[in-house]
């Protein structure tokens, strides 16, 4: 599937080697100038409805898998709200998936062990996401982090460069990812779908060739076993 993107008039260079040029109407700014870190401890057990960060989406962790936690130990937790960015900055080198950015759409509690972002207004929440996300994806994050586990800190993302367009730009560029998104999601199901087709297909094949033979008109007899039935006669 291909994105059409129109060209802008002009571009400049943005002075950073792997972001190249960017469009002559954005602004190059860093974090510090868009995010700030929210940490909200649950004192109190404020917030009940407990979050998870999986593969790249903030989920209500199901009651099932609360299972052994009890609830003292939520208050460890951190309170996250609505247009929070999520960042697990632990193990950049071990991450393969490029899953690490979550965009909150549930106030609840999360790992403290996870940056949040708020961001001001300057940024969309949406934007900021996207933008992070595709840093992730970009392997932005490799060369940031410190310690033999390569974590990253608040202080870190203060310093990184961002290109920022007006806000007006930002939220057509949210509707056209949210969009071409959506899209790649219900092809993906659908590919899903017609794999379970196939491999459904493919066991009957293996079954019916191991157990019936190649030829289907040779003559049967009752193998004497319930889920073999029938077998070729010869």
């Not at 203060?158 to 806000?167: A, D, E, Q, R, V």
């Not at 730009?169 to 959506?182: H, P, Y």
Request: aromatic fraction near 8%.
């Amino acid at each position: 599937m291909m994105l059409s993107l129109p060209k802008y008039d002009c571009y400049k260079d943005s002075g950073v080697d792997w972001l190249g040029e960017i469009p002559q109407t954005w602004e190059l700014t860093s974090g510090r100038t868009c995010f700030g870190q929210q940490e909200i401890k649950n004192k109190g057990n404020q917030e009940t409805t407990v979050l998870s960060l999986s593969y790249g989406n903030i989920v209500i962790k199901p009651e099932a898998k609360l299972h052994g936690l009890v609830p003292e130990s939520f208050e460890t937790y951190q309170i996250v709200d609505v247009g929070n960015i999520i960042i697990r900055s632990t193990d950049l080198q071990n991450d393969k998936t490029s899953l690490r950015v979550g965009l909150v759409k549930n106030k609840g509690i999360i790992t403290s062990a996870y940056l949040c972002f708020v961001t001001n207004e300057k940024i969309k929440p949406e934007f900021a996401y996207y933008l992070l996300h595709a840093y992730d994806l970009l392997k932005v994050y490799y060369g940031m982090g410190s310690g033999l586990r390569q974590n990253l800190s608040f202080t870190d993302f203060k310093y990184l460069k961002l290109p920022l367009p007006p806000l007006e730009e930002q939220e057509r560029i949210v509707k056209f990812l949210d969009r071409k998104c959506e899209e790649v999601e219900k092809s993906i199901e659908l590919k899903q779908r017609l794999i379970a087709l196939l491999d459904e297909q493919k066991s009957i094949v293996i079954n019916q060739a191991v157990t019936k033979g190649l030829n289907p008109n040779a003559p049967m007899k009752d193998s004497g076993i319930d889920w073999l039935g029938d077998i070729p006669a010869h």
